[in-house]
Structure formats: C-alpha cells, structure tokens
C-alpha cells in the first residue's frame, strides 16, 4: 500500500512538473514569437531601433496583432509629446535662455499643445474602434491625418531651434526629436493596417 502511495506521489510530481515545465516552454514560445513579430514590423519603420526599444514594455499586449502595435506606438508618441509640452511649458519661465531660444520655446507651446490634442484624438478613435478600425477607413484615414498632422507640428518645433543651443533648449530639442521619431514610427506603422488586420 505504502509502496503504491509513493509510486501516486511520484506520478502526480512527475505530472505536475511536466505540465510546468510545458507552460514555461509555450511561454517562452509566445514571447520569441512577439518578439519575432515586433522585430519584423519595426524594421520597416524609419527609426527601427527606435520603435522596438520604445514598444518592447507593451510586447505581451501587442502580441502579434498590426492594430495593436500601432496603437501602442500612437500611445508612445502620446507621453513623449506630452513630455515635451510639459517640458517647453517650464521653459517659457526660464531667464537663462537667448532671446533666440526665448522666441524658439514660446513658438513650441501653442505647436506642441495641438500635437498632443491630435495624438491623443488619435489614440481615442483607435480605443473606441478596437476591433474595427481595419475595416473602418474613414476612421483610419482620420487616425493617420491627425498622426501626420502632430509630426507636422514636431517639426515645426523642432526648427525653431538651428543649434548651438544652451543646455535648457538643447535638452527641449532632443526631447522633441525624440517624440519627431517615435510618432514618424507611428505613422509608419499605421499604414501596415490593411484589410483583415487584426
């Protein structure tokens, strides 16, 4: 009996730790295939680098789904542009900078604020059309013109500042370039969706 015990016992471990040890291989499966997939549809993008160290965090919810990514990437350049507003705000305060730099940041406000309004316009329209904004053209075409518009608005910033800039406003164009190339990504990513994307 004791015997039989010990033999159940050993099965049931033996069982358990298969099973474990097959659900931390299919694990490791699913996230080199999204890394796969991440890897593949960033390298067609302008700043490939860019795009697969800004959307890795968001890897497990982007699976291997063209909407999801690009929606992620629309809510990366959602926070870097917000960053930058916030950081171009608190430097229209800043008595250290050239008049230069001065008329540069004041220009920026207005310019990075309708950046993040139409970003974040943009985001909402892909949140409430999850699902259908494949099929839906005239949202997607609505989505990409408010995306574009916002890296218009980037750039604009962004030439406002013709180097050799002092470390506050050097600081604010960087920032800026950086949410230029995550939401250049954005766009890029964007017109993957095709018919059937899911």
């Known amino acids: ?21 097959c659900g931390k291989t299919d694990a490791a499966r699913l996230r080199a295939s999204n890394s796969n997939f991440l890897d593949r549809m960033c390298a067609k993008t302008t700043y490939p680098q860019v795009c697969v160290s800004s959307l890795s965090p968001y890897i497990s919810t982007i699976q291997n789904s063209t909407v999801h990514l690009a929606r992620a990437s629309v809510s990366v350049s959602v926070d870097t542009a917000q ?30 604020g309708d950046c993040v309004m139409v970003l974040q316009k943009a985001l909402d329209t892909m949140v409430t059309t999850e699902g259908k904004l494949a099929g839906d053209w005239m949202q997607m075409d609505n989505v990409k013109t408010w995306v574009s518009a916002a890296l218009t608005d980037e750039n604009t910033c962004a030439l406002g500042f013709t180097g050799g800039e002092k470390a506050a406003a050097k600081v604010l164009k960087k920032k800026v370039n950086d949410a230029m190339q995550r939401t250049s990504n954005a766009l890029a990513l964007l017109a993957m969706i095709g018919p059937g994307s899911t």
Request: glycine share 2%; hydrophobic share 50%.
């Open 83 to 112: 960053s930058a507003l916030t950081l171009v705000t608190r430097l229209t305060s800043n008595t250290g900078l050239t008049p230069a730099e001065a008329s540069a940041v004041r220009d920026c406000v207005p310019t990075m």
């Open 1 to 21: 009996m004791n015997v039989l015990k010990v033999v159940s016992i050993t099965t049931i471990f033996t069982l358990f730790l298969t099973a474990v040890l």
